[in-house]
């Protein structure tokens, strides 16, 4: 292969393992904001409550950043590690104090990088609340050729929206 090809492929590659720490991540989301780390231990009515409302399963502790401006909390930004093949991916999903999805950023991806979603399709969970078009083929385009990443990063949005509403009351 040509130099200039394979600097070429390099270029378009994905930068596996290139991802932000989870609180860069937050700060991504919220820039300028105090971020305070905070773990959950949720009570069996919330994780029933929190999994009614993403419909899908919730686990029993959550991980969140809490972002304040002037000691005015802004949103929160929840830590979501889910199975996406065979292995796990840990996604941030920042929620705005408005009730809707600021930014869903990668923070870990360990299945083949052919399968990790880009920056430009999960642009698309941005402005988005917990309702019925928060669906693969609904309001989310699927991802060609990583179906069940596309699947498991709509599930994560929906989860980070639904305890963002049991654990901080936080709705559209």
């Given at each position: 292969m040509k130099p200039s090809l394979v600097l070429a492929a390099l270029?378009?590659?994905?930068?596996?393992?290139?991802?932000?720490?989870?609180?860069?991540?937050?700060?991504?989301?919220?820039?300028?904001?105090?971020?305070?780390?905070r773990d959950h231990a949720l009570t069996e009515a919330q994780a029933r409550e929190a999994q009614a409302l993403a419909g899908t399963p919730v686990r029993p502790s959550a991980v969140a950043f809490e972002a304040t401006r002037g000691g005015v909390r802004v949103g929160v930004a929840f830590l979501d590690t889910h199975r996406v093949r065979t292995l796990d991916e840990t996604v941030l999903v920042a929620v705005g104090?408005?009730?809707?999805?600021?930014?869903?950023?990668?923070?870990?991806?360990?299945?083949?990088?052919?399968?990790?979603?880009?920056?430009?399709?999960?642009?698309?969970?941005?402005?988005?609340?917990?309702d019925g078009d928060l669906a693969l083929k609904r309001g989310i385009r699927p991802l060609s050729g990583a179906t069940l990443t596309a699947g498991a990063l709509t599930d994560a949005a929906r989860r980070g929206l639904a305890l963002a509403q049991v654990l901080y009351g936080i709705h559209p």
């Open positions: 270029l378009a590659a994905p930068l596996t393992g290139a991802f932000p720490a989870p609180q860069e991540a937050a700060a991504l989301a919220f820039p300028g904001a105090a971020l305070q780390k104090a408005d009730g809707r999805i600021l930014r869903v950023e990668l923070v870990a991806f360990r299945e083949p990088p052919d399968y990790q979603a880009r920056e430009p399709w999960l642009r698309q969970f941005q402005g988005r609340r917990l």
